[in-house]
T-cell receptor, first 113, second 111 residues
Framework: GAGVSQSPSNKVTEKGKDVELRCDPISGHTALYWYRQRLGQGLEFLIYFQGNSAPDKSGLPSDRFSAERTGESVSTLTIQRTQQEDSAVYLC???????????FGPGTRLTVT | GENVEQHPSTLSVQEGDSAVIKCTYSDSASNYFPWYKQELGKRPQLIIDIRSNVGEKKDQRIAVTLNKTAKHFSLHITETQPEDSAVYFCAARSNDYKLSFGAGTTVTVRA
């Protein structure tokens, strides 16, 4: 079946602008994660959604970052007033409620100029 | 929270030789340890994982070992091939869902 998809694949934006990144999880996966991967570094947890439970936002680096998910479908990650340090690949992953394995999307490469 | 350290950061091996990557974790409650392979410009993909009730797991040329007492786990790749060249990430799961990742190891297999 279809894997996790993300859009756009690449986004170049000017400093100070807002951006919205989209993630479509695998159908039936109730858990959804957002990660940030800076160049040459590991994956940094941002936020976790599980069904209709309150999300775990503990990894969001500042109040400029927010994310939404409606039910068990699409999620959007919004970064307001982008800064150059926001430049990174933003990865989304999904998993079933009881599974340990997370399936990753291809990522969105964000470049803030 | 959980802290995962990964070594080495880069590893160059001759084709056919073995590669070993080591990770340590801080939270003794961690119970799941996956390894992801990320080829250049591609998404991370799970290659092997181990749960805390198991000490070793093998899948063809790949094996993972876990030492819960010492809080470290390792990835072993035998008979390396050029297609094994990638960045490898270890991770540890300390609660119901959150994975903490190591910084990654860039493996280069020399032909």
């Amino acid at each position: 079946g279809a894997g996790v998809s993300q859009s756009p694949s690449n986004k170049v934006t000017e400093k100070g602008k807002d951006v919205e990144l989209r993630c479509d999880p695998i159908s039936g996966h109730t858990a959804l994660y957002w990660y940030r991967q800076r160049l040459g570094q590991g994956l940094e947890f941002l936020i976790y959604f599980q069904g209709n439970s309150a999300p775990d936002k503990s990894g969001l680096p500042s109040d400029r970052f927010s994310a939404e998910r409606t039910g068990e479908s699409v999620s959007t990650l919004t970064i307001q007033r982008t800064q150059q340090e926001d430049s990174a690949v933003y990865l989304c992953a999904s998993s079933t409620r009881r599974a340990y394995e997370q399936y990753f999307g291809p990522g969105t490469r964000l470049t803030v100029t | 929270g959980e802290n995962v350290e990964q070594h080495p950061s880069t590893l160059s091996v001759q084709e056919g030789d073995s590669a070993v990557i080591k990770c340590t974790y801080s939270d003794s409650a961690s119970n799941y340890f996956p390894w992801y392979k990320q080829e250049l410009g591609k998404r991370p993909q799970l290659i092997i994982d181990i749960r805390s009730n198991v000490g070793e797991k093998k899948d063809q040329r790949i094996a993972v070992t876990l030492n819960k007492t010492a809080k470290h786990f390792s990835l072993h790749i035998t008979e390396t091939q050029p297609e094994d060249s990638a960045v490898y990430f270890c991770a540890a799961r300390s609660n119901d869902y959150k994975l903490s990742f190591g910084a990654g190891t860039t493996v280069t297999v020399r032909a």
